[in-house]
């Protein structure tokens, strides 16, 4: 497992915090926080949560990793335990995991640990002698009105609606997204080179179509770059514009290839977003694994401001009606 994948240690800025965000709650956590299980001063396993969204109300258990020798003693149950009571007393209402179908074990851990399965994701991998489209957008009009283009400030609450739009209800309850999370920073645009280099700086970014008439964001692409030649790509296809998804594939993957954004390139599917999951399928990609999207939710008591007590005796009763008497009927045959 790479180190980088589950602590942000070369974010120099963060260094220090990454350490000390252990004693703050966990609103303030800058980085993805990580909590052993130790015995006699050895590490038996680990688990890994990050937030999935600005609001933080929503963690994703990236990593939940044992000791092949210490297994069997319930060591990855009660690091679950640990991470659920120690978030869910400072209000973090929802938890998720991908888990991978081939992993029976930890399918059925988190199932008795209270995870349901929510959905199921297909991941894709692009073929280094993938051949693309030669018909994606120049680079003086990546921000035109109707194609396909690279998201600007103005597209943030737009996405906002695009992915509430899709999202089935219970998982829009369970990430509980925010405009924030969809925030845009400008990018000047000179050439495919520079502009390659800002949004791999920048780390994520929005390719999108927008409808003009209707003023929405009818397709997009978010774009994650972990590092140069890492690259995550998770579509979303509004169900009224499904025709669209193969379009927004072959443009995202033609405008990243002539960009020289090559490398590792990693697209996600969801079972309930089908046009996205039949278009990565035309488009040539490599199935590398099928994936459950596992979701716990959990409740908190209610707290009232009085007490509540109960009446020894009862005074203030209205008047009380005759009851009704039912005789049964005598049969005298």
Known sequence: MPYESFCAEERLLFTGLNFWQHWLPCQWHVAPSVYL??????VLGLISLRPTGK?????????????PNQRGRGIAQELLRFAFALFSSQGVGHFVAEVSDRNPAALSLLGNCGFARCARITHYQVPADLKFSEDAASIENLYGSDTFRLAVPEDQAGLLALYQDILPPVLRKTYNY?????????????????????????????????????????????????????????????????????????????????AGMKGMVIAKAYDYQSPVVDALEAAGLERVGNFSLMARDHWLKAKTSKRVSLRRTVTELGAIGKPAINIPRINTN
């Not at 299980?37 to 050895?42: C, F, L, N, T």
């Not at 609001?55 to 000791?67: A, E, G, I, P, R």
């Not at 925010?178 to 495919?192: G, H, I, N, W, Y």
Request: charged residues 25%; glycine residues 4%.
């Open 37 to 42: 299980a130790k015995e006699d001063g050895i």
């Open 55 to 67: 609001s933080k109300n929503c963690w994703q258990v990236d990593h939940l990793v044992v000791h």
């Open 178 to 258: 925010t405009a924030e999370d969809f925030r845009v920073f400008p990018l000047q645009v000179e050439s495919l080179d520079k502009l390659a280099r800002r949004l791999i700086r920048r780390g994520s970014w929005f390719w999108v179509q927008a409808d003009s008439e209707r003023k929405t964001i009818t397709a997009a692409c978010r774009v994650t770059a972990h590092h140069e030649g890492d690259y995550h790509l998770d579509f979303a296809v509004h169900p009224g514009w499904t025709h669209t998804a193969q379009d927004l594939v072959q443009f995202v993957l033609s405008i990243m290839r002539r």
